[in-house]
């Protein structure tokens, strides 16, 4: 890899990229100021990376990653860039490029979250729909990797928030947020889930059209092996988020996107899921005399339902509850054939609120019978328990536990 030297005759601006002079403080062209300094921690101003793109200024930063605008000399346009840079488990070195991972564990996490972005670069290049943002190259270099999206000129939506004095009106909203609905039920076909939807991650271009940014692959692995609750977004992330071992699925991203649309329209975040525990002060907006129309609102209020098995479980199911579409009939047997599952296979099992191993694999041989896959299986198993307030256990074994703690503390 080739570095830039530095030579005031071909200093380029880092907002526009004209060449400029080298002693301008500002831009002779777009007027932007150029910096005489520059962080450490992010590649420096001037670098060309992968021999194509000439890294500008930043246009965000966070614990998991930088993006950086970016020059493509090969198709003449501005780009953004995106590297996978997390502080957590790794530093720049002194040349101000090449990244550094930790020693032991933290190198190890930052490898497997590596694995993570580019897969979800990869998922990203692979969706065609409008409200997503378009990945255009993605690749290693400078010991990390990086992807590089169409650069849009625009704002977030919490900026564009701000500039309305806080919120919109209802109707403005759903304008602006019902595209997501179809973005996040493509995302969701492929069994992926976003996990970080919010305003700052959803951008408005000047054109008023809404795109779904930063999606959560290498965050999630990364949360999952250290700190998880420093990376999750306070009002915006629903209970299970919280949990290691939360069930998470399209309901998890439906409450995040309830959430946003909360904030849109009443201007404020909604209460952690640990202070709806203690005492749930999550009102509907109508309570602040926000107009709504009803049925907009108990859609709204059933993506918020704090408990994961309360919402509605994909994008389709909680779509219809609003434009009141006719279900389809394959639809409309599946769902009776899971309920009546549920009631002669699994709830007759939960009298005592215990689901035994054995009683388990039973209600899997059940399914079978009714041709209903194991992960679909799993999730009913899953929904039931936390309906009734049940639990997976062993008698024999929790007794054998009972038993031992006893005689440890009594020998003591």
């Known amino acids: 890899m080739s570095e830039n030297k530095d030579n005031a005759q071909r200093k380029y601006c880092l907002n526009c990229f004209a060449i400029i002079e080298g002693q301008l403080s500002d831009c002779s062209h777009c007027h932007y100021p150029q910096p005489q300094s520059y962080d450490l921690?992010?590649?420096?101003?001037?670098?060309?990376?992968?021999?194509?793109?000439?890294?500008?200024r930043i246009l965000g930063c966070g614990g998991f990653g930088v993006t950086y605008l970016a020059y493509d000399r090969n198709l003449g346009t501005k780009v953004a860039i995106k590297e996978y840079f997390p502080t957590s488990c790794a530093s720049r070195a002194a040349d101000g490029i090449t990244v550094v991972p930790a020693a032991g564990q933290e190198g190890e996490i930052f490898r497997v979250g590596k694995e993570k972005f580019i897969a979800e670069a990869r998922?990203?290049?692979?969706?065609?729909?409008?409200?997503?943002?378009?990945?255009?190259?993605?690749?290693?270099?400078?010991?990390?990797?990086?992807?590089?999206m169409e650069y849009l000129e625009g704002q977030t939506l919490d900026a564009y928030l701000e500039q309305k004095g806080g919120k919109l009106p209802a109707p403005e909203v759903r304008k602006l947020l019902f595209p997501m609905l179809e973005a996040l039920d493509e995302v969701h076909d492929r069994n992926t889930f976003h996990r970080d939807i919010k305003p700052e991650n959803i951008?408005?271009?000047?054109?008023?059209?809404?795109?779904?940014?930063?999606?959560?692959?290498?965050?999630?692995?990364?949360s999952g092996s250290t700190e998880s609750m420093l990376f999750l977004?306070?009002?915006?992330?629903?209970l299970e988020q919280y949990a290691s071992n939360g069930i998470q699925g399209p309901w998890t991203d439906i409450y995040a996107l309830a959430a946003t649309y909360y904030k849109a329209v009443t201007g404020m975040i909604p209460p952690t899921p640990q202070e709806r525990q203690q005492q749930d002060l999550l009102f509907p907006p109508s309570r602040y005399g926000i107009q709504i129309a009803p049925e907009e609102e108990?859609?709204?209020?059933?993506?918020?339902?704090?408990?994961?098995?309360n919402r509605p479980e994909s994008?389709?199911?909680?779509?219809?509850?609003?434009e009141g579409r006719p279900e389809d009939e394959e639809y409309r047997k599946r769902k009776e054939q899971e309920e009546t599952f549920i009631k002669i296979a699994i709830l007759p099992k939960l009298a005592d609120k215990l689901l035994t191993p054995a009683e388990e694999q039973e209600v899997f041989q059940a399914a079978g019978y009714m041709n209903i896959n194991g992960d679909r299986v799993r999730f009913l198993i899953d929904k039931v328990l936390e309906k009734t307030g049940?639990?997976?256990?062993?008698?024999?074994?929790d007794k054998f536990v009972e038993g031992w703690l006893k005689n440890l503390y009594a020998d003591g």
């Open 233 to 238: 977004t306070e009002g915006f992330a629903p």
């Open 315 to 322: 994008i389709t199911e909680w779509r219809m509850m609003l």
């Open 298 to 309: 108990r859609w709204l209020m059933k993506g918020l339902e704090l408990k994961w098995s």
């Open 41 to 56: 921690r992010y590649l420096r101003p001037q670098f060309r990376l992968y021999r194509q793109y000439y890294i500008g």
């Open 390 to 397: 049940s639990r997976r256990g062993d008698p024999i074994a």
């Open 203 to 222: 951008y408005m271009t000047r054109k008023g059209q809404p795109i779904l940014l930063d999606f959560g692959a290498a965050r999630q692995q990364i």
């Open 123 to 148: 998922l990203l290049a692979s969706l065609r729909n409008h409200h997503i943002i378009t990945i255009r190259h993605f690749f290693e270099d400078c010991n990390t990797a990086y992807f590089v």
